[in-house]
């Protein structure tokens, strides 16, 4: 696979102390957010909206669904900043969880037009200037990405392709041309070999 | 220790997002009560988080900022009406945050006033700790934004109970309960006919799927005595969407 040029990313070392202060900026802005100042809102919607639309957009492919969702998750967080723990999550973390959530949810209620699978996988690369944006610390991404490169090669795909472009066990069933309950039992063992692979 | 397993890999599975709809639903309710269930999902999202490192950022369009904040102006402006003095705590606050809602729930669809319509905004809301509540429903009145009807719906059994708050029965009219759903084509369908009490039958949902109703919308329409004699609301159409209420005290917070 083509996925050897992300993980190597040189970019991460620049990023990793940047990007906690970063984290740092937003737990702030969320702060003052839960205190109903509209500011600190703005603030945070310029400071993640390309990260979260770039997430919601990826999995539902349409910018006028996209637009929507993003619409719901910034009023979610609007309404629910003042429940964000700093001990549970990071803010981008949790934001993106809230967008991750929403636009799966959006698609499972109104499912897309059958799937390019070639083009789903062809977003692979990951040189942009996106991947400068951590989720998580340097250390946690290496080692995941050393664990899926760990996952026989279909099993990776199907977590890359639930993950990143929402696909259901069906869909998967259908493009690896598997029963359901196969694909199930798939993903059961690569996210308990991730775990394991992942545990200290 | 299977168990134990099951649960984890539901966790794994959520946040993965290759769970169904009913599922995804069943889970993000259970999250709300099952503290083993909340902690096992945030580990699963830091361990899949890096992931998403590879998503290309893309800067939504121009007007999305303008489009976010104008709800939220509408979400405050609605917060701010003074609550009910009777009623429980917990319902005023329930009410409250339905409140919310329903200023949001305008300002997307822009409805036209029209006194005679009741509008719908569902809400069923995760169970409580407490055993007795009740998932939630509320609605309300359009044009002075008091509670006329209160709906709980109990997603498991299909249940529902009626209860007037400032609505009062009629003289020669009766108010008819719709529910409106994508599943069920675009237009409402009536529930029923409200009794002179201003009841309905308990089992009156239980021909719906609790996926469906989770998504569906209602109104209350008033019409001549006996229901609407087209089979559709005379008013005109009602629409709406579903938002689950947050049940924690930070909702509150206004």
Known sequence: MADASRRSAPQREAGSSASSAAGDRLHDLLRRIAQRDRRAFTQLYEATSAKLYGTVLRILKERGRADDVVQEVYVTIWQKSAQFDTQRASPIAWMVAIARHAAIDELRRRPRAPHEPEEALAHTPADGPSAREHLEHEQDARRLHACLEALEAERRDMVRLAYLDGWSRADLATHFEQPVNTVKTWLHRALKQLKGCLAP | ?254
């Open chain 2, 1 to 254: 220790m299977t168990d134990h397993d099951d649960i984890d890999m539901l966790a794994a599975e959520y946040v993965l997002g290759t769970l169904d709809a009913e599922e995804r639903a069943e889970v993000a309710r259970r999250r709300q009560q099952d503290a083993d269930l909340d902690a096992r999902i945030l580990a699963w999202e830091a361990r899949l988080a890096p992931l998403g490192d590879e998503i290309e950022a893309i800067a939504p369009g121009p007007d999305l900022l303008a489009r976010i904040e104008r709800r939220i102006d509408e979400l405050e402006t609605t917060a701010r009406t003074p609550p009910e003095p009777e009623g429980d705590t917990d319902g005023t606050a329930q009410v409250i945050a339905l409140r919310r809602r329903l200023g949001f729930w305008r300002g997307c669809t822009g409805l036209a006033t029209a006194a005679a319509l009741i509008l719908a905004v569902v809400l069923i809301a995760p169970l409580d700790d407490r055993s007795d509540a009740s998932p939630f429903v509320a609605i309300f009145q359009q044009d002075d934004q008091q509670p006329a009807f209160m709906l709980s719906v109990d997603l498991d059994s299909r249940r529902l109970s009626v209860q007037p708050v400032t609505a009062e029965p009629l003289p020669d009219r009766s108010y008819q309960l719709w529910i409106k759903a994508d599943a069920l084509g675009p237009k409402p369908r009536s529930v029923g006919v409200l009794n002179d009490d201003l009841s309905l039958p308990a089992d009156a949902l239980s021909d719906y799927d609790p996926e469906l109703l989770k998504r569906a919308t209602f109104g209350i329409s008033i019409e001549p005595p006996g229901g609407s004699p087209t089979g559709q609301p005379t008013g005109p159409a009602i629409h709406g969407y579903l938002y689950p209420t947050d049940r924690d005290p930070a909702s509150q917070h206004l």
